[in-house]
T-cell receptor, first 113, second 112 residues
């Protein structure tokens, strides 16, 4: 069964700092990978997804993530964060030939203005 | 947003009582999921469905059951509620395995 590990539960950054949130998954087969974001009081929204092709995927709001198969990782990055990026970020994985979608424990990002 | 509605939005119940949460979607999505969200644990998968009458267990299925008699409805039942099941419950659905999830607004459940 697949599982997801997110390394940092809380991250505090100043505006304009660079962001990298770690995500590692555990599964022996081919996977689809996702990053979701939950702004305070809102639903989860999809930031980006990877299912094949270029391992560097770009999402909304300037976010990108790189799939490194050999490291079972799918880290989220943003070159320069803004106060409005304050939110909780979730990595998720599903097996390509499976139906289950599993989330990590989340990383709470606070950006200081 | 996709048409996913959860009911009730809030519920307070007593330990030992059965509780049913309803998820209704109007998107004809094949896949439906129930998650619980707790601080420090993120979203944990309770049960999921990949078609009418096709369901399977997730990470934290003990004490919960589900049913899907129609494409649009996915019910979550707490057979005998316990205080550890106090949580926010989210329903979600999607069309395919590599497609994004659409979430309902959540149900805040308190078990006293």
């Amino acid at each position: 069964a697949q599982s997801v590990s997110q390394h940092n539960h809380h991250v505090i950054l100043s505006e304009a700092a660079s962001l990298e949130l770690g995500c590692n998954y555990s599964y022996g087969g081919t996977v689809n990978l996702f990053w979701y974001v939950q702004y305070p009081g809102q639903h989860l929204q999809l930031l980006l997804k990877y299912f094949s092709g270029d391992p560097l995927v770009k999402g909304i709001k300037g976010f990108e993530a790189e799939f490194i198969k050999s490291k079972f990782s799918f880290n989220l990055r943003k070159p320069s964060v803004q106060w409005s990026d304050t939110a909780e970020y979730f990595c998720a994985v599903t097996a390509v030939y499976g139906n289950k979608l599993v989330f990590g424990a989340g990383t709470i990002l606070r950006v200081k203005s | 947003d996709a048409g996913i509605t959860q009911s009730p939005r809030h519920k307070v119940t007593e330990t030992g009582t059965p509780v049913t949460l309803r998820c209704h979607q109007t998107e004809n999505h094949r896949y439906m999921y129930w998650y619980r969200q707790d601080p420090g644990h993120g979203l944990r998968l309770i049960h999921y469905s990949y078609g009418v009458k096709d369901t399977d267990k997730g990470e934290v299925s003990d004490g919960y059951s589900v049913s899907r008699s129609k494409t649009e409805d996915f019910l979550l039942t707490l057979e005998s509620a316990t205080s550890s099941q106090t949580s926010v419950y989210f329903c979600a659905s999607r069309t395919g395995n590599n497609e994004k999830l659409f979430f309902g607004s959540g149900t805040q459940l308190s078990v006293l």
